[in-house]
C-alpha cells in the first residue's frame, strides 16, 4: 500500500531526521526570501549551536560589533526565528518551528522547479 504524505506531514510526522534537516536546512536558509543576508549568516551559525550561544561569542564569531549584530539579532527575536533563554546567561538558539517553516518553503520551492 502506498502511502502519501504532504510535505508538513511528513516533517511533522517524526521522519524528519537530524541528518535531513543537517543537510538541506542550511540550503533552506541560504534560498530564503524571508531573511537578509546578515540574518542568515547569523542563523547558519546558530544552526551549529544546538545548545545556543551567547552574544560575546557570536560577536566574536562573526568578527562583528554588538550594535551590528544587536539589530538583526532583534529582528530575528521579532519575528521569532530565534529564541533568547536565560541560563546564567543569554544564549540565542534557533526556533525549530521557524526553521522547520522555512525548510518547507524551501521544499516546496524545489518541487516547484521540478515541474516546470
Known amino acids: 500500500m502506498l502511502v502519501i504524505?504532504?510535505?508538513?506531514?511528513?516533517?511533522?510526522?517524526?521522519?524528519?531526521?537530524?541528518?535531513?534537516?543537517?543537510?538541506?536546512?542550511?540550503?533552506?536558509?541560504?534560498?530564503?526570501?524571508?531573511?537578509?543576508?546578515?540574518?542568515?549568516?547569523i542563523a547558519l551559525l546558530l544552526l551549529q549551536f544546538e545548545e545556543g550561544i551567547t552574544m560575546n561569542d557570536l560577536m566574536k564569531l562573526m568578527s562583528q560589533s554588538k550594535q551590528t549584530l544587536f539589530l538583526k539579532v532583534k529582528k530575528l527575536l521579532d519575528r521569532g526565528f530565534i529564541t533568547r533563554e536565560k541560563d546564567m546567561v543569554y544564549?540565542?538558539?534557533?526556533?525549530?518551528?521557524?526553521?522547520?517553516?522555512?525548510?518547507e518553503n524551501h521544499l516546496l520551492m524545489q518541487d516547484k522547479k521540478k515541474d516546470k
Open 91 to 103: 544564549l540565542y538558539k534557533l526556533h525549530k518551528g521557524k526553521m522547520t517553516s522555512i525548510l
Open 5 to 41: 504524505y504532504s510535505i508538513s506531514e511528513y516533517l511533522s510526522a517524526n521522519f524528519m531526521t537530524s541528518v535531513l534537516s543537517n543537510e538541506l536546512l542550511p540550503f533552506a536558509i541560504k534560498d530564503s526570501n524571508l531573511l537578509s543576508k546578515g540574518q542568515k549568516e
